[in-house]
Nanobody, 124 residues
Framework: VQLQASGGGLVQAGGSLRLSCAASGRDFSTYNMGWFRQVPGKEREFVGYISSSGSRTDYADSVKGRFTISRDNAKSTVSLQMNSLKPEDTAVYYC??????????????????WGQGTQVTVSS
């Protein structure tokens, strides 16, 4: 599966952005999807996760209550709605796909497919 992330940009603190990730290929509905972010010089950081059916979501503590993940299997898309953005949310955001596994959703190495990343910049 190929993933294409979009929707990044520059926003003021307190604002909102919605990231989208479009998947091409077969069987999108079988993949669990995750969002990660990375700033230069730091490890890639887990942001959130949604199960293949959309019935389960999980979030990093730093974004819980502000970010929401959703998916549309009919359209092969997953979205990340980001509200109440903070300067520390500034990063390149990546969507990723993995096969169902018992490995925790925050483990980046468990994801097989990655999008190219989209830059989010939050100004103070």
């Amino acid at each position: 599966v190929q993933l294409q992330a979009s929707g990044g940009g520059l926003v003021q603190a307190g604002g909102s952005l919605r990231l989208s990730c479009a998947a091409s290929g077969r069987d999108f509905s079988t993949y669990n999807m995750g969002w990660f972010r990375q700033v230069p010089g730091k490890e890639r950081e887990f942001v959130g996760y949604i199960s293949s059916s959309g019935s389960r979501t999980d979030y990093a503590d730093s974004v819980k209550g502000r970010f929401t993940i959703s998916r549309d299997n009919a359209k092969s898309t997953v979205s990340l709605q980001m509200n109440s953005l903070k300067p520390e949310d500034t990063a390149v955001y990546y969507c990723a796909a993995r096969y169902p596994t018992r490995v925790g959703p925050h483990v980046a190495t468990a994801y097989r497919y990655w999008g190219q990343g989209t830059q989010v910049t939050v100004s103070s």
